[in-house]
């Protein structure tokens, strides 16, 4: 119960305080730090406009910080949500170009199952290698970044690209689209929103009430009593991944879906290295990874309107790296203090 | 008589635990004097204090009637006090003078003079009849030698206390002969020894005084030739127990496990199980005693699925389940008490009813479909609580929290649920006290009579004497022979875990 | 009396300029690239200053960030500067929202011929800067190779290698002077790590001169032509390396891009192939200010002072007189459309050197 508590407080007081740090180099740099929050909270949550951006922001952000915290569960460390996202937007853009003929109700999902099923295939590389040679699912999940980023710069360049400007492939079909939950002059809040926090319930759901997720974190947990308690590791191993693979590529179908509405060879942004942060703010709960990513949306939202008053947008970078320390820093305090309960015990 | 050692009054006070309470502990100068108690009882925080690893709280120390305050273990050595823990702190690759030296070289010059170290630490071998090769590298030595050099260590650092954590944990038969021997001359050589075990038998061979301690507080000084084992035990748990397990003839009747020829490779590729046969009945507890590392670990690998056997059969209930999974295996009534429960036998960071399903996660009445059924789960788990007395009764605890017995009788409960045909047993009561091993071994013997097989792996001599119907000794991946415990003797027992055959003692 | 009157008439400026403003709103390149964005801010700022308005920039950290950044601008501002071609969609998604709102894009081609009249974009032939950079480099490749490196094969990227390319093969093709072109891409235009790799593998392959079209990562690419020029020659300081090029004949040089860039590395960049970005962006600004704001594409290039070469302020001494010469004929060929430069791949691919007979 207390533990609850302090899950819910540790994050919050990290914000403040990292804040009040904050604050004390917007003053070394001359300005003023009541204006800068002012701006901040106003480009955040100041407008319809301010909210349909943290919103269109924050949708990606909980979709990658699952993928990581999920796979941080089952005792993996998937830094690949950024290529695996990369992949999934790609797939999901090649099939959703073809499926004019199709009514939304059919092509919508079908658009979704595609994106996630390139995302969980191309994760699924990194957990085969892993349960076959054992080869560390970081160092593979890293080198697969680079292969989905320079495919990706290629693809729209030559096979997909399309027009003048942005580097860009044709629109996908109207019926593959989301419908946007509301439009703020040139701004369209996608529903996307709504699906990637449906995730996140069943990812709550899968972890803590099946016998997969059973499976899943005892394996995260201890992979000995796993597999002595008949669970097959390499199994999950390549599941686990799979699944992670999944959200990351489905976070990169929904911005196509709902944003971009075409495949751009930027478009991830490093939303998938977000997604460690995420999920530590988050502590890999899929509902606190919720928050945290709505966090994260309104931080780097309200951002762009501090630097209206003159404050730069490395100063919320600043704020953003003291909250993620600090959310960490406490991991590390607890964890020694808990070492030390044991070691008195004994 | 001088006193070594006065320890009064001491307190000491961890978060939530009063580890030592108002103790007093005196030891004559040139005794052996025990100091018993169950695990947790407070004799190693006791202990730590005398050696200045922790301060006491209250409470005063004096060495040889002389008040002290140690800073720290630099201090207790300085005043004569040595300790040979539990675990060695021997570095593999020196050799035992340079293990010796090691720690007090530099107070003799910069250059370090390996050649007078070693004829000291000859002398001081031969002198206390601790017979060891100066120029033998540790790596090379049997753990029985390696005590002795921790002894020879303390020595060489001018100790006329020793202290001895649980010195017996690690030694066949024989070596605890031989360390007793060197115990009793010591003693007669004026040295002070403090001994602390929770085998009785060995404490009252080997004490003077003993002191019993309980829950932080000292029950009981006695004298060796005033006292017996059933006192010292009453004061130990609080209440008379059992010594002898009860236990009635095996009703053998149908195999359940056979195991023939069978070959097994460690993760080093090595061949540690090296053609092994046995068989064990319905309602017969088989026991396997052995030096640990004997290939006792990955017999049990083997017949749990955990690892691939090279080459032989696996015959369970009539059915070839050679190489078969884990999940196979327990399905067809399989189960195991690991002999690392930290390791296998729990997901510490996971909750007791979440625990208790390991290995049946999947199957009814824990499931509904794909989802767990928290409810029944939680039902099944606080029955198995009150019925096995785990303590708290919390089944909502993690893992981790619980102490060590109560840990493992999460296990052993969980396994014994689960109504299996064969359950494998590997070091059921390491580390545990005299309650809980009472408890478990209680427990096998009931589950036992209603004819499951269980096949009993254990360091732990008294245990696999008592419990076993029959007993095979393994010495490097083979079996010395299959006895009848009732018609051996310990020394015989210690001769085939040193690589002696039955029929050739027998012969003899 | 002169001076009375511009007094008054920035008097007057200073008066009409009251709430004048002008924001603009950076790709994910951002400020101190060196190039592209710095070369449009000092532009905006430039007139701004002249005119006595408000001059502010908006740094974008994604793509996500150009539509709600350029939304907030156009709410603010009078002028707003969209820089970079990746920023084309957006500009043109928000400018249909704010009709009274002036844009100018920079680097930006109007998306299938869509104009609105509150738009103007300035475009440049960056083919005919990129020709300066192969005609010279062609002339001073001592090893005779030498190197492009791009950032993403986005187009503005591709016709400087298309002018690059065709002025190499110029000079080849009048001096009989055998020239190969080896061609890379970072892939981005950020990281100046990238583009020190690549330069110094195109040194490893034996180019000796390289032009860097890659935004913030060429940056990287200059330090690389640093360090290899300071082993050769034992010494940063420029007269030392013009010392050792007049004796030697041979060095490390990199080649800068959009604007004169060749003070980074005094001696090292040979020369820079100079887009006119401050110069639109100056111009975008004036004409919002004065009312004769036209939307549609603007091309510019050597003749409108869209594309040059820098004046080599540093390495001048170095290039022979004759190449120089030959350079300053070869523009006016270009200004009078009598050479043509390749912009597309085909155009490149088909480009043939015409019969050129220098005056001298």
Not at chain 2, 128 to 150: F, H, N, S
Request: with cysteine; charged share 20%; proline share 4%.
């Amino acid at each position: 119960m207390n533990n609850r508590l302090w899950a819910f407080l540790v994050p919050i007081i990290s914000v403040i305080m990292a804040l009040l740090i904050s604050s004390v180099v917007i003053l070394l740099i001359g300005q003023d730090p009541i204006v800068a929050y002012a701006a901040l909270f106003k480009g955040a949550f100041g407008s319809k406009l301010a909210i349909a951006s943290v919103i269109i922001k924050t949708t990606p952000l909980i979709l990658t910080g699952l993928a990581v915290g999920f796979g941080f569960r089952a005792g993996l460390f998937n830094i690949g949500a950024e290529g695996q996202m990369v992949m999934g937007a790609m797939i999901a853009t090649a099939f959703a170009i073809n499926v004019a003929w199709m009514p939304a109700v059919l092509a919508i999902p079908l658009t979704m199952v595609v994106g996630m099923a390139a995302g969980a295939g191309y994760a699924a590389i990194a957990g085969v290698l892993k349960a076959k040679t054992g080869a560390h699912e970081v160092v593979t999940t890293i080198m697969l970044n680079w292969i989905a980023e320079y495919l990706s710069s290629y693809v729209v360049t030559v096979p997909m690209g399309v027009g003048f400007g942005t580097p860009k492939s044709p629109e996908i079909a109207n019926s593959a689209k989301l419908p946007p939950l509301m439009t703020v002059q040139a701004t369209e809040l996608t529903s996307g929103i709504i699906v990637a926090v449906i995730a996140a319930v069943v990812i709550y759901i899968v972890l803590e009430k099946t016998t997969k997720g059973y499976e899943l974190k005892g394996t995260g947990f201890n992979p000995y009593a796993a597999e002595y308690g008949g669970i097959k590791i390499s199994q999950n191993i390549v599941l686990a991944m799979a699944i992670s693979g999944a959200l990351s590529g489905l976070a990169g179908t929904l911005e196509v879906m709902g944003v971009h509405h075409r495949f751009l060879g930027t478009l991830s942004g490093g939303k998938g290295f977000d997604g460690i942060s995420i999920a530590l703010i988050g502590q890999n709960n899929p509902i606190g990874i919720i928050f945290a990513a709505l966090l994260m949306g309104s931080l780097r939202t309200g951002s762009n309107e501090m630097q209206f008053v003159g404050v730069p947008k490395h100063i919320i970078l600043i704020v953003q790296a003291i909250i993620i320390f600090l959310v960490a820093a406490d991991r590390i305090v607890r964890t020694i203090l808990i070492r030390k309960k044991r070691v008195k015990a004994s | 008589m001088e006193k070594a050692v006065e320890m009064i009054q001491i307190v000491k006070q961890f978060p939530g635990v009063l580890a030592n309470d108002h103790v007093d502990l005196i030891v004559l100068k040139g005794e052996i004097h025990s100091v018993v108690g169950e695990n947790g009882a407070g004799k190693t925080t006791l202990m730590n204090q005398l050696y200045g690893l922790l301060k006491p709280d209250s409470g005063e120390i004096r060495i040889f009637e002389q008040k002290v305050s140690f800073k720290g273990p630099r201090d207790a050595i300085a005043k004569g006090i040595g300790m040979v823990h539990q675990h060695f702190m021997l570095v593999n690759n020196l050799t035992v003078a340079e293990n010796v030296v090691l720690g007090s070289e530099t107070t003799r010059g910069i250059i370090f003079d390996l050649r007078e170290a070693q004829k000291r630490v000859d002398q001081l071998s031969r002198s206390y009849g601790l017979q060891v090769d100066p120029t033998a590298k540790i790596e090379d030595l049997p753990v029985g030698m390696q005590q002795r050099v921790e002894i020879i260590k303390t020595l060489y650092r001018g100790a006329e206390i020793l202290i001895l954590d649980e010195p017996t944990a690690v030694l066949t038969p024989q070596e605890t002969e031989e360390l007793f021997s060197v115990l009793k001359r010591l003693k007669e050589n004026g040295k002070t020894i403090i001994f602390i075990s929770h085998k009785l038998n060995e404490v009252m061979e080997i004490s003077d005084r003993i002191t019993v301690m309980r829950q932080g507080k000292v029950t009981g000084v006695l004298n060796k030739n005033e006292t017996d084992v059933r006192e010292i035990a009453r004061l130990m748990v609080g209440r008379e127990v059992v010594f002898t397990v009860q236990k009635p003839p095996a009703k053998s009747s149908d195999v359940v496990l056979r195991v023939e020829n069978l070959w097994v490779k460690d993760y080093r590729k090595l061949d540690m199980v090296k053609g092994i046969s046995f068989e064990i009945r319905k309602g017969e507890i088989y026991g396997i005693a052995g030096v640990a590392g004997n290939g006792q670990s990955e017999l049990v690998e083997a017949l749990t699925g955990l690892r691939k056997p090279e080459k032989g059969r696996v015959i369970l209930c009539g059915e070839d389940v050679t190489g078969k999974s884990v999940r196979e295996l327990r399905e067809k009534g399989m189960a195991h008490i690991p002999e690392d429960r930290h390791k296998y036998g729990l997901i510490l960071q996971y909750p007791a009813y979440y625990n208790m399903i390991l290995g049946r996660h999947y199957v009814q009445p824990f499931v509904k479909g794909d989802f767990l059924d928290h409810r029944k789960i939680q039902e099944f788990t606080k029955t198995i609580f009150s019925q096995f007395d785990v303590r708290p009764n919390n089944i909502k605890m993690l893992g981790m929290n619980f102490s060590g017995g109560n840990q493992q009788k999460l296990v052993v409960a969980r396994e014994m649920s689960a109504q299996p045909k064969l359950l494998v047993v590997s070091q059921p009561t390491r580390g545990l006290d005299v309650g809980a091993t009472e408890f478990i071994h209680k427990a096998l013997i009931q589950l036992r009579d209603t004819g499951v097989a269980i096949l009993l792996v254990s360091m732990e001599l008294d245990e696999i004497m008592s419990l076993s119907d029959r007993l095979a000794v393994m010495y490097s991946g083979q079996i010395m022979g299959e006895v009848d415990p009732k018609e051996v003797t310990v020394e015989e027992i210690g001769l085939m875990m040193a690589g002696h055959r039955f029929e050739d003692l027998r012969r003899v | 009396m002169r001076k009375a009157l511009v007094a008054i008439f920035l008097v007057m400026v200073v008066v009409f300029a009251m709430g004048f403003k002008v924001i603009m709103v950076t790709d994910i390149g951002g400020l101190g690239d060196k190039s592209f964005n710095d070369g449009t801010w000092e532009g905006a700022l430039i007139a701004a200053k002249e005119i006595g308005a408000e001059a502010q920039v908006i740094q974008s950290y994604e793509q996500a960030d150009y539509i709600p950044n350029l939304t907030k601008a156009a709410q603010q501002a009078d002028v707003v500067f969209a820089v970079g071609f990746m920023m084309t969609d957006a500009l043109f998604k928000v400018a249909k929202q704010f009709p009274n709102t002036y844009f100018v894009g920079i680097d930006i081609t109007p998306p299938e011929g869509q104009t609105l009249p509150n738009v103007v974009c300035y475009i440049f032939k960056e083919e005919q800067a990129g020709f300066y950079a192969g005609y010279i480099g062609a002339a001073m490749t001592a090893t005779g190779k030498i190197g492009f490196v791009g950032g993403i094969p986005i187009p503005p990227v591709e016709r400087f290698r298309y002018g690059f390319e065709a002025g190499a093969k110029i000079y080849s093709t009048l001096h009989k002077k055998k020239v190969e072109v080896l061609k890379g891409y970072t892939n981005d235009f950020e990281d100046p790590k990238k583009g020190k790799d690549l330069t110094l593998a195109q040194y490893a392959q034996g180019a000796d001169i390289v032009f860097l079209a890659a935004g913030a990562c060429g940056n990287g690419g200059i330090e690389a032509a640093k360090e290899k020029m300071v082993a050769l020659v034992g010494s940063d300081k420029l007269a030392d390396i013009i010392d050792y090029y007049m004796k030697n004949k041979k060095g490390y040089f990199a080649i800068g891009v959009d604007v004169d860039q060749d003070y980074m590395a005094p001696g090292v960049v040979l020369c820079s192939a100079t887009k006119g970005i401050s110069t639109a962006a100056y111009y975008g600004v004036k004409a919002a200010w004065e009312g004769t704001f036209e939307g549609g594409l603007q091309v510019l290039g050597i003749k409108e002072d869209g594309a040059g070469v820098s004046p080599m302020k540093y390495t001048k001494g170095m290039v022979p007189n004759s190449v120089i010469a030959e350079v300053a004929y070869l523009t006016k060929l270009v200004k009078d459309g009598k050479l043509v430069i390749p912009d597309t791949e085909d155009a490149l691919k088909a480009f043939q050197v015409p019969s050129i007979t220098f005056p001298f």
